[in-house]
């Protein structure tokens, strides 16, 4: 069993960067893969970034590719997600989320365990 608390998130101005955190239960984490994931009102979930157990691998939604960075700290069973240049379109809630195997993935249906969320809502 994996618990995660997700914080960082906030309301800020186009432009502005965010720094999310998801911070994970349990001494295993570099067995985990990891993926940040969003939601804005009346849409789906969608995939916004991942990364293997080890840290080693990521992979991006083309809507964050060149503007936010995942990154982890094993030692620290945390996962970040850093967020530069925001838009007013990223306004949605975040959620980290942990699959049982250190891959990455971008398929939601992969993962095992959610965080709660952390609203992230950016003004024009």
């Known amino acids: 069993q994996v618990q995660l608390v997700e914080s960082g998130g906030g309301l800020v101005q186009a432009g502005d960067s965010l720094r999310l955190s998801c911070a994970a239960s349990?001494?295993?984490?570099?067995?985990?893969?990891m993926g940040w994931f969003r939601q804005a009102p009346g849409k789906e979930r969608e995939f916004v970034a991942t990364?293997?157990?080890?840290?080693?691998?990521?992979a991006y939604a083309n809507s964050a590719s060149d503007r936010f960075i995942i990154s982890r700290d094993n030692a620290e069973n945390t996962v970040y997600l850093q967020m530069n240049n925001l838009k007013p379109e990223d306004t949605a809630v975040y959620y980290c989320?942990?699959?049982?195997?250190?891959?990455?993935?971008?398929?939601?249906?992969?993962?095992?365990?959610w965080g709660q969320g952390t609203q992230v809502t950016v003004s024009s």
């Open positions: 990364i293997s157990g080890s840290g080693g691998s990521t």
């Open positions: 989320a942990a699959r049982t195997l250190p891959f990455r993935s971008s398929a939601p249906s992969q993962y095992a365990y």
């Open positions: 349990g001494r295993t984490f570099s067995r985990y893969g």
